[in-house]
């Protein structure tokens, strides 16, 4: 049996705010706005190239804003990655190059934190 990890909860204070951030800066695409009701707003943003999406809202994300950390995106290429992003407008942080793979750090406006590796070869020293 799969088990498929498609959807994150992320918690913020001002969904249009980290909807832009996300879409404008970060470069996720937006799949989904809907109003369910007046109570209930339902955004979900994937990542270029990901099957796992993150969701953002109104009366659906449980959490105080900005308490997620350690999100993980993994690309091919960290110096792209980080030059794409503090292209966008992003705080990015350097890159660190750790012997399991180069990582760069960024946080939404809120405080939700993530990192961004390029790992290496996982057989690698094998």
């Known amino acids: 049996m799969d088990w498929k990890l498609e959807l994150v909860s992320v918690p913020v204070s001002d969904v249009d705010r980290a ?3 996300y879409t404008e800066k970060v470069g996720f ?8 009701s007046d109570d209930m707003r339902f955004v979900q943003l994937t990542p270029p190239g990901s099957a796992c999406s993150i969701a953002l809202g109104e009366g659906i994300v449980e959490g105080e804003p900005g ?4 999100l993980q995106l993994v690309v091919t290429d960290i110096d792209a990655a980080h030059a794409e992003l503090a292209g966008r407008g992003v705080e990015v942080s350097e890159i660190q190059d750790l012997p399991w793979g ?4 960024f946080s939404d ?3 939700n934190s993530w990192a961004v ?10």
């Open 29 to 36: 695409n937006a799949d989904h706005d809907h109003r369910v």
């Open 19 to 21: 909807k832009a951030f």
């Open 109 to 111: 406006p809120d405080g």
């Open 117 to 126: 590796q390029q790992t290496t070869a996982r057989n690698a020293g094998k």
């Open 67 to 70: 308490s997620v950390r350690g």
């Open 102 to 105: 180069s990582f760069v750090y």
